[in-house]
């Protein structure tokens, strides 16, 4: 406790003397904002979380959609098309459970990674695309995106397509990128059995979608190649024995397509409503799948406009099985609310609380978090993210593990 207690303290004089001495002076991501000479809040109710602006530049091909058929490439300059971003930071960590010889502690500093953005941006009349990739400390360069989308309309509707490496979905409000450096455990947590996350899923797929501005609705498909149980893009699928699967056998992920559909309708400009839908297999032995099915639905609703933000998701699961011996699964399911507090466009702290349950075929194995968060964004790409998270976990046999972090990131992104 005295040690959660001092990394309390050191985490909020962090965060103090960044709000005091870097001030509000915010910008956008810094390719758009040198290219449109814009702040953050054109796009970003707080960075990461985007406005409606924010959605329909991103879904117009990073473009104002009053500029779909305009030739981007008129004033092309390179650094309108790179951006670079560093994260580090602190984390202190308490588990405590039923069995006393388990406690432990750890207390680090660490490197998130270095992440690359080139050639992300809007270039010809109806293309933008986007890279990214990250290098994390000691391990290989990991590329999180990389496609090429093309847009075709105006300004009140437009068709879109993509096709390339893509990252989870597109959302908006509750269903887009949270304040806090955690995310829903619904959304990081794996069913029992299943390589499958609703969340950080990179995958090669093609996607088709239409926007309609003048109501707010848009709805996507998708054709993926699926996820492998590391949740990476599918290229071959190992076994228990380690072997692997040949890239033409009936058995790899390549043959094992997966589709997804994602709605968004907007409310108002603030507030919106997302579904979502996953159709997947993953073969998890030589003779065996998992054909597995993901729900989920999303609401946010700004109870006070610019200020006070009310945030809600459910997600639901089901497993079916070649081989019905392998497990005790069946169906999963989570929920989270929360609610984010915008003491202005450079300053907001969010609450939220959820609950995950695996499999409703076992009793011992659910988790609650209580997540309390700062999130502050100034001086042109500087930006400060701090989480305080409350795990609880069923242990098996009965009882409860118990997890307290308290986590510092640092970002600066060029």
């Known amino acids: 406790m005295k040690r959660l207690f001092q990394g309390t303290i050191l985490v909020l004089a962090v965060f103090a003397f960044t709000f005091v001495m870097l001030g509000s002076d915010a910008s956008a991501m810094p390719t758009f904002a040198r290219k449109y000479n814009v702040d953050c809040s054109m796009c970003h109710t707080i960075v990461p979380k985007l406005n409606r602006n924010g959605y329909e530049f991103r879904l117009a091909g990073y473009r104002m959609p009053d500029q779909i058929g305009e030739d981007a490439s008129a ?7 790179f951006s670079a971003r560093i994260q580090a930071g602190y984390k202190y960590t308490k588990h405590d459970d039923d069995a006393a010889d388990s406690d432990y502690n ?21 293309f933008g695309s986007l890279a990214e990739i990250s290098m994390p400390p000691g391990e290989s360069p990991e590329l ?10 105006n300004k009140d509707a437009w068709w879109q397509a993509r096709l390339g490496i ?42 088709v979608g239409y926007y309609m501005a003048t109501t707010g609705t848009s709805i996507a498909l998708r054709m993926s190649n699926g996820v492998t149980a590391g949740g990476h893009p599918a290229q071959s699928i190992q076994t228990s024995g380690g072997s692997e699967f040949a890239k033409d056998s009936d058995q790899t992920a390549h043959n094992d397509k997966s589709y ?60 079916d099985l070649d081989d019905n011996s392998v497990a005790n699964l069946d169906k999963s399911k989570g929920y989270f609310v929360e609610a984010d507090y915008h003491v202005s ?25 209580v997540t309390l968060s700062a999130n ?18 069923d242990a098996s046999g009965g009882g409860s593990d118990k997890d307290d972090s308290l986590e510092a990131r640092m970002i600066y992104i060029w």
Do not use: C
């Not at 502050?376 to 976990?393: A, N, P």
């Open 75 to 81: 004033n092309f300059r390179l650094g309108d098309f």
């Open 144 to 153: 999180e995106n990389a496609y090429v989308r093309y847009v075709n309309g």
């Open 376 to 393: 502050i964004f100034t001086m042109e790409g500087l930006q400060l993210i701090t989480d305080y998270r409350h795990v609880k976990s």
């Open 106 to 126: 750890n207390s680090d500093l660490y490197f998130k990674e270095f992440t690359m953005y080139p050639l992300t941006g809007s270039w010809g009349k109806h």
């Open 260 to 319: 997804s559909v994602v709605v968004n309708q907007f409310i108002n400009d603030d507030s919106a409503v997302t579904l979502y839908y996953y159709r997947g297999a993953y073969p998890y032995a030589a003779d065996n799948r998992d054909t597995f099915s993901r729900f989920a639905a999303y609401a946010n609703f700004w109870a006070m406009p610019d200020q006070l933000n009310l945030l809600a998701g459910y997600g639901w699961g089901k497993e």
């Open 345 to 369: 466009p450079t300053l907001a702290f969010a609450a939220r609380f959820d609950k995950w349950d695996p499999s409703n075929k076992n009793s011992d194995d659910k988790k609650s978090a």
């Open 166 to 207: 893509v990252h989870a979905w597109e959302g908006f409000g509750a269903s887009d990128r949270t304040l806090s450096l955690s995310r829903p455990l619904f959304q990081t947590s794996k069913a029992t059995g299943s390589p499958f996350k609703f969340w950080s899923q990179d995958e090669m797929a093609a996607e």
